[in-house]
């Protein structure tokens, strides 16, 4: 996913488009206006890209929905409705619903069962 207009390219774990973006015949990376939702797992030992840099990089491409799913702590944070901060702060993910793993995570307009999910193993 590019943005040519800020100088930031990013590779999420999951990313979702329509199909008919989906369907073109093209290798060139997904433009941010096309992307529904992106997530991002969290790294047993880089967390802090995907909690502060990663999350800004998303706001700023205007990315809706953001799932970020923590196997270190077993949670899952759904954020979305990205604008302006309160007081001057820059942008931000102005919704956010936490969960854990087994609840049914809604985010826009999907629900995700996440009883499957697993918690990172202990001797990491």
């Known amino acids: 996913m590019e943005d040519a207009s800020l100088g930031t390219l990013?590779?999420?774990d999951l990313i979702v488009v329509p199909d008919a973006v989906f369907a073109e015949?093209?290798?060139?990376?997904?433009?941010?206006?096309?992307?529904?939702?992106?997530s991002e797992i969290v790294s047993?030992?880089?967390?802090?890209?995907?909690?502060?840099?990663?999350?800004h990089d998303y706001l700023?491409?205007?990315?809706p929905l953001y799932l970020l799913v923590d196997p270190r702590k077993g949670t899952i944070a759904a954020l979305s409705d990205p604008g302006p901060g309160v007081g001057g702060e820059g942008p931000r993910y102005r919704t956010r619903s936490?969960?854990?793993f087994g609840d049914e995570v809604t985010i826009g307009d999907w629900t995700l069962a996440t009883t499957d999910l697993r918690t990172y193993p202990e001797d990491r």
């Open 98 to 100: 936490d969960y854990a």
């Open 25 to 38: 015949n093209t290798m060139a990376p997904f433009h941010p206006r096309d992307v529904a939702l992106v």
């Open 10 to 12: 990013r590779r999420p």
């Open 60 to 63: 700023a491409m205007g990315i």
């Open 44 to 55: 047993p030992s880089n967390h802090s890209t995907d909690y502060v840099e990663k999350m």
